[in-house]
């Protein structure tokens, strides 16, 4: 099993940065790919960024250039470092893990901002 907290959301205004972190604990080992993805009031899900074990990352184009994934793998943490926020990027975000037991999603954190 796996469990997944993310943290860093919060308000700010157009322009400005945040990064979110993605703390994984449990059966960490076989975690292949870890992500985050975000969803807006009335739409769907859908991926941000992802990160492979010992690949490059990808982005959606919506953030490309503007956000970077990155993993720490001693702190077992995934970041997302979010600059030049609109306030269409206003959503709650999602880490998602790739592990052989299946997909884990950890709890959302919202990011609010401001025009």
């Known amino acids: 099993q796996v469990q997944l907290v993310e943290s860093g959301g919060g308000l700010v205004q157009a322009g400005g940065s945040l990064r979110l972190s993605c703390a994984a604990s449990g059966s960490i080992f076989s975690i292949y790919l870890m992500a985050w993805y975000r969803q807006a009031p009335g739409k769907q899900r859908e991926l941000v960024a992802a990160i492979p074990s010992g690949g490059r990352a990808n982005y959606a184009d919506s953030v490309k250039g503007r956000f970077t994934i990155s993993r720490d793998n001693a702190k077992n943490t995934v970041y997302l470092q979010m600059n030049s926020l609109k306030p269409e990027d206003t959503a709650v975000y999602y880490c998602?893990?790739?592990?052989?037991?299946?997909?884990?999603w950890g709890q959302g954190t919202q990011v609010t901002v401001s025009s």
């Open positions: 998602k893990a790739n592990h052989y037991r299946g997909d884990y």
